[in-house]
Nanobody, 129 residues
């Protein structure tokens, strides 16, 4: 399984970016389900969940810090996940990682953990300055 992210870059505060993550190497199965997510990480800090989506039912999770500003979505084939980021702030600066769990029936509460996901992209830098 491979995950390839794109769309990172530099933007001014208040600006917007859209991240994409294309997955390959597995076939989506609605019975076993899959979950995709975006995490972000700063140097020396743990990876934190930003948003996640359950492919079968469309349920989503958003971190409080991005609620109302970021939107996670998937394409119909369930092999691509997007993160639309608006009203970006300085504190959104980080390396953003795409993650996939398959099979998946959900994630940890109250927030997804990195250990919930078995496959990761290489990361894409988002800089707000």
């Amino acid at each position: 399984v491979q995950l390839v992210e794109s769309g990172g870059g530099s933007v001014q505060p208040g600006g917007q970016l859209k991240l994409s993550c294309v997955s390959s190497g597995y076939v989506y199965n609605s019975w076993s389900g899959s979950c995709m997510a975006w995490f972000r990480q700063l140097p020396g800090k743990e990876r934190e969940a930003v948003a996640s989506i359950f492919s079968a039912g469309g349920s989503t999770y958003y971190a409080d810090s991005v609620q109302g500003r970021f939107t996670i979505s998937q394409n119909n084939a369930k092999d691509t996940v997007y993160l639309q980021m608006e009203s970006l702030k300085f504190e959104d600066t980080a390396v953003y990682y795409c993650a996939l769990a398959v099979p998946c029936m959900g994630w940890s509460m109250p927030a997804p953990k990195a250990s919930d996901f078995g496959y990761w992209g290489q990361g894409t830098q988002v800089t707000v300055s």
